[in-house]
T-cell receptor, first 114, second 116 residues
Framework: AQTVTQSQPEMSVQEAETVTLSCTYD???????LFWYKQPPSRQMILVIR??????QNATENRFSVNFQKAAKSFSLKISDSQLGDTAMYFC???????????FGKGTRLHILP | NAGVMQNPRHLVRRRGQEARLRCSPM?????VYWYRQLPEEGLKFMVY????????ESGMPKERFSAEFPKEGPSILRIQQVVRGDSAAYFC??????????????FGQGTRLTVV
């Protein structure tokens, strides 16, 4: 079975700083997808960034980028120039390529301080 | 194009009552997924439906829980004889094709069920 582990329950950083959220996962699959979702206080789940396991190049979306280390089964999220609106729960997630079920970690609560 | 709509946003039920949670997928989407989020936990997959069919219910409790996605109307998650442990946020997501890397599953804002 696949598992996703987020070892940082809560983090706080000053506005404009860079922050990295950690995520490790366990799977025997060779082809899969990884995601980071943001859940603000409104509870809406918002897809932030996604990565295909067979692509070595790290995904980037504006201020958000990932460090994907397949051998280490690590998928960290870096937020550059953090903004107050980045305050939210962040969930790392895994999906097998042949099954549309998303497996979520327990989340990291991120506070951006003014 | 409206997003995934869930109602109600909040639902309070007494133990033993039935809870009915509704999900209207995005326009044109025929794939619907239900997830449950317990306090301080990530979302857990419950069931995957395509119009009139249950594709995967491996995450659904065997008793008291059922889901449907009729040809017309919203998808319904039904919980019979609710217990305190059913208190959680229930999220619905929908996608145009089976969710994957290129096909994003869009989430609703969830229904928070409280059993008293």
């Amino acid at each position: 079975a696949q598992t996703v582990t987020q070892s940082q329950p809560e983090m706080s950083v000053q506005e404009a700083e860079t922050v990295t959220l950690s995520c490790t996962y366990d799977t025997s699959e060779s082809n899969y997808y990884l995601f980071w979702y943001k859940q603000p206080p409104s509870r809406q789940m918002i897809l932030v960034i996604r990565q295909e396991a067979y692509k070595q190049q790290n995904a980037t979306e504006n201020r958000f980028s990932v460090n994907f280390q397949k051998a280490a089964k690590s998928f960290s999220l870096k937020i550059s120039d953090s903004q107050l609106g980045d305050t939210a729960m962040y969930f790392c997630a895994f999906m097998k390529h042949d099954k549309p079920e998303i497996i979520f970690g327990k989340g990291t609560r991120l506070h951006i301080l003014p | 194009n409206a997003g995934v709509m869930q109602n109600p946003r909040h639902l309070v039920r007494r133990r033993g009552q039935e809870a009915r949670l509704r999900c209207s997928p995005m326009k044109g989407h025929s794939h619907v997924y239900w997830y449950r989020q317990l306090p301080e936990e990530g979302l857990k997959f419950m069931v995957y439906l395509q119009k009139e069919n249950i594709i995967d219910e491996s995450g659904m409790p065997k008793e008291r829980f059922s889901a449907e996605f009729p040809k017309e109307g919203p998808s319904i998650l039904r919980i019979q004889q609710v217990v305190r442990g059913d208190s959680a946020a229930y999220f619905c997501a929908s996608s145009l094709y089976p969710a994957g890397f290129s096909t994003e599953a869009f989430f609703g804002q969830g229904t928070r069920l409280t059993v008293v």
